[in-house]
């Protein structure tokens, strides 16, 4: 067995799936090997690792996760059916256009890949295939933290949320679900920071105005408006003139909503 | 020479009283209560259920000021006038009945999976709790009228107060702790590696003391304050206002928002934010 056939066959050796006759055929090579025994000692225990992470369990807070999570997308519902019906992709000139503009892709990507035919050999599956394995494991890593019974490890949790993909909805559901039930003030500060790491998210904005309104802790409430600052969102603004108004509402929280709203115009 | 014999008596009957045991009080024999439980009325000691496992309290309390200390023994013992409270109301109850409408008053002191709770929930009464654990404990500690202070404890503290100042002084671990109108103080001997922390407070100071050879990546967040500190911090935002002005001996950090930093190259996360106070970061 050569280093590169023992490289591919070292997951199903770690989950214990390569059968009686491939694991002493790769034991074998380990044996000779230095290189790949130190690899699979150093990778293999991180494997093992994850195995120690604890099962997530669901529990009360995936069903508030799910409610949020519908929330958020009945009042995205609801903004776009207030919009005027016409899309812009059903207006024939863009359609032409938006076709030219297929048919130019199409053609750089064509070029592209035969000018660089030889260096992207075979290697781009399994490259996306690693990537989304690391993502995913950023991914489990962020969420099963985000359970744990110590405020330190869901902190933790919270800024392994920030190398999550920008598009990970599972994480961003996840510190939504922070920033509005973590019974700990700074886990809930934390998230809402962590939040900007999906500010392309349309749900990102909608989930801070969201919990805006249902928030008491003075810290937390300044944190969501900052974020709502960052994001310019303009939906904000009758959520902060409420609040800026608000006489039973803290009154460092009222000057930062009134601070917020100068700046959002 | 009689009066001399007398007054010899005298003073060594005094000794020999003051040289006998104190007369042992009987338990108060209370099915509701503990039976690990001391017979001093305001003291009650519980045990560790697992003594070699990891051992947490919490504590949850309206409106007393809870101090907890790390000693040199394996038990729980938590002091209040709370106690006595508790314990004059079950001594009310007639024999062979139950109360309905009293409340449970007091306090409340269960174990279970070597986490002892103490509970004192009820708006009635105030005063103080003390409580002393063996120094490797993890705590947790709510209160919403009043301080906590934490001494001598090597664990994962956590403490939360709303009007009340909190302080975790003389420990090891880590801590993520929070006021809304209390200053927040803490001081650590030694981090335990890898451990996130956080410190906030919504109109109060911020004011830790760390290791000197502690590595961490700082993000301090203030509104209306300033960040001080006499620690190597090296800015890693430089896109926010940070001009940097010498005060004195520490280095004054004047950022606009959040400002983000490293201390000995960086390391695990440590959060400090408030909207009224200043943030001050101390080298021990």
Same mark, same amino acid.
């Given at each position: 067995?050569?280093? &590169?056939?023992?490289?591919?066959?070292?997951?199903?050796?770690?989950?214990?799936?390569?059968?009686?006759?491939?694991?002493?055929?790769?034991?074998?090579?380990?044996?000779?090997?230095?290189?790949?025994?130190?690899?699979?000692?150093?990778?293999?225990?991180?494997?093992?690792?994850?195995?120690?992470?604890?099962?997530?369990?669901?529990?009360?807070?995936?069903?508030?996760?799910?409610?949020?999570?519908?929330?958020?997308?009945?009042?995205?519902?609801?903004?776009?059916?207030?919009?005027?019906?016409?899309?812009?992709?059903?207006?024939?000139?863009?359609?032409?256009?938006?076709?030219?503009?297929?048919?130019?892709?199409?053609?750089?990507?064509?070029?592209?890949?035969?000018?660089?035919?030889?260096?992207?050999?075979?290697?781009?599956?399994?490259?996306?295939?690693?990537? &989304?394995?690391?993502?995913?494991?950023?991914?489990?890593?962020?969420?099963?933290?985000?359970?744990?019974?110590?405020?330190?490890?869901?902190?933790?949790?919270?800024?392994?949320?920030?190398?999550? &993909?920008?598009?990970?909805?599972?994480?961003?559901?996840?510190?939504?679900?922070?920033?509005?039930?973590?019974?700990?003030?700074?886990?809930?500060?934390?998230?809402?920071?962590?939040?900007?790491?999906?500010?392309?998210?349309?749900?990102?904005?909608?989930?801070?105005?969201?919990?805006?309104?249902?928030?008491?802790?003075?810290?937390?409430?300044?944190?969501?408006?900052?974020?709502?600052?960052?994001?310019?969102?303009?939906?904000?603004?009758?959520?902060?003139?409420?609040?800026?108004?608000?006489?039973?509402?803290? &009154?460092?929280?009222?000057?930062?909503?009134?601070?917020?709203?100068?700046?959002?115009? | 020479?009689?009066?001399?014999?007398?007054?010899?008596?005298?003073?060594?009957?005094?000794?020999?009283?003051?040289?006998?045991?104190?007369? /042992?009080?009987?338990?108060?024999?209370?099915?509701?209560?503990?039976?690990?439980?001391?017979?001093?009325?305001?003291?009650?000691?519980?045990?560790?259920?697992?003594?070699?496992?990891?051992?947490?309290?919490?504590?949850?309390?309206?409106?007393? @000021?809870?101090?907890? @200390?790390?000693?040199?023994?394996?038990?729980?013992?938590?002091?209040?006038?709370?106690?006595?409270?508790?314990?004059?109301?079950?001594?009310?109850?007639?024999?062979?009945?139950?109360?309905?409408?009293?409340?449970?008053?007091?306090?409340?002191?269960?174990?279970?999976?070597?986490?002892?709770?103490?509970? /004192?929930?009820?708006?009635?009464?105030?005063?103080?709790?003390?409580?002393?654990?063996?120094?490797?404990?993890?705590?947790?500690?709510?209160?919403?009228?009043?301080?906590?202070?934490?001494?001598?404890?090597?664990?994962?503290?956590?403490?939360?107060?709303?009007?009340?100042?909190?302080?975790?002084?003389?420990?090891?671990?880590? +801590? +993520?702790?929070?006021?809304?109108?209390?200053?927040? %103080?803490?001081?650590?001997?030694?981090?335990?590696?890898?451990?996130?922390?956080?410190?906030?407070?919504?109109?109060?100071?911020?004011?830790?003391?760390?290791?000197?050879?502690? @590595?961490?990546?700082?993000?301090?967040?203030?509104?209306?304050?300033?960040?001080? %500190?006499?620690?190597?911090?090296?800015?890693?935002?430089?896109?926010?206002?940070?001009?940097?002005?010498?005060?004195?001996?520490?280095?004054?950090?004047?950022?606009?928002?959040? %400002?983000?930093?490293?201390?000995?190259?960086?390391?695990?996360?440590?959060?400090?934010?408030?909207?009224?106070?200043?943030?001050?970061?101390?080298?021990?």
């Amino acid at each position: 067995m050569t280093c &590169e056939e023992a490289k591919t066959r070292m997951t199903d050796y770690w989950s214990r799936t390569l059968g009686e006759a491939g694991e002493t055929e790769f034991n074998a090579h380990l044996a000779s090997c230095e290189t790949c025994r130190s690899e699979v000692s150093r990778v293999g225990a991180l494997w093992q690792g994850l195995d120690l992470l604890p099962l997530e369990e669901p529990s009360g807070k995936v069903r508030d996760r799910f409610y949020e999570m519908l929330g958020a997308y009945r009042q995205g519902l609801a903004a776009a059916e207030a919009r005027p019906a016409k899309r812009w992709w059903t207006i024939p000139a863009w359609q032409m256009a938006a076709a030219a503009g297929l048919v130019a892709v199409g053609l750089g990507i064509g070029y592209g890949v035969r000018g660089n035919g030889p260096l992207f050999g075979g290697a781009p599956a399994e490259v996306s295939q690693l990537r &989304e394995e690391v993502a995913n494991m950023r991914q489990l890593v962020a969420l099963s933290l985000m359970q744990q019974q110590s405020a330190s490890d869901r902190l933790r949790g919270v800024s392994w949320a920030y190398r999550a &993909e920008p598009s990970d909805r599972e994480v961003l559901g996840a510190l939504v679900s922070a920033v509005n039930h973590d019974a700990n003030v700074n886990v809930r500060l934390a998230a809402v920071d962590a939040l900007r790491r999906f500010s392309a998210s349309p749900e990102t904005g909608r989930a801070a105005l969201q919990s805006l309104s249902k928030q008491t802790t003075p810290i937390v409430q300044v944190a969501l408006i900052d974020l709502l600052v960052d994001l310019k969102d303009p939906q904000a603004a009758p959520e902060l003139r409420r609040l800026s108004g608000n006489e039973t509402a803290n &009154e460092g929280v009222r000057q930062k909503a009134q601070w917020a709203l100068e700046r959002l115009q | 020479m009689n009066r001399f014999l007398m007054g010899g008596m005298i003073v060594g009957m005094i000794a020999a009283l003051g040289a006998l045991p104190a007369p /042992a009080q009987n338990p108060v024999q209370n099915p509701l209560q503990n039976p690990a439980e001391n017979q001093n009325s305001a003291q009650i000691t519980v045990a560790f259920s697992n003594p070699s496992q990891p051992r947490r309290l919490v504590v949850k309390t309206l409106m007393h @000021k809870v101090t907890i @200390k790390g000693y040199d023994g394996k038990d729980a013992i938590i002091e209040s006038s709370a106690i006595s409270e508790r314990r004059r109301r079950e001594r009310n109850i007639p024999p062979g009945m139950h109360p309905l409408n009293v409340g449970r008053g007091g306090i409340e002191v269960t174990e279970a999976n070597n986490v002892v709770t103490v509970s /004192a929930e009820t708006p009635l009464g105030g005063g103080d709790i003390q409580i002393q654990v063996p120094v490797e404990t993890s705590v947790t500690v709510n209160t919403i009228n009043n301080g906590v202070s934490v001494e001598n404890i090597s664990g994962e503290i956590e403490v939360e107060s709303v009007n009340g100042g909190v302080s975790v002084t003389n420990s090891s671990g880590s +801590v +993520v702790a929070t006021s809304m109108n209390g200053k927040v %103080t803490v001081v650590l001997d030694k981090v335990a590696p890898g451990k996130a922390m956080s410190f906030s407070s919504m109109n109060g100071t911020i004011d830790v003391t760390l290791p000197a050879d502690i @590595k961490a990546n700082l993000k301090m967040k203030v509104d209306n304050g300033d960040v001080y %500190t006499d620690f190597d911090v090296k800015v890693t935002n430089e896109a926010f206002d940070t001009t940097e002005s010498k005060t004195g001996k520490g280095v004054r950090i004047r950022g606009n928002r959040t %400002t983000y930093g490293t201390i000995n190259g960086g390391g695990p996360e440590m959060q400090f934010t408030t909207f009224n106070g200043r943030i001050l970061i101390h080298k021990k």
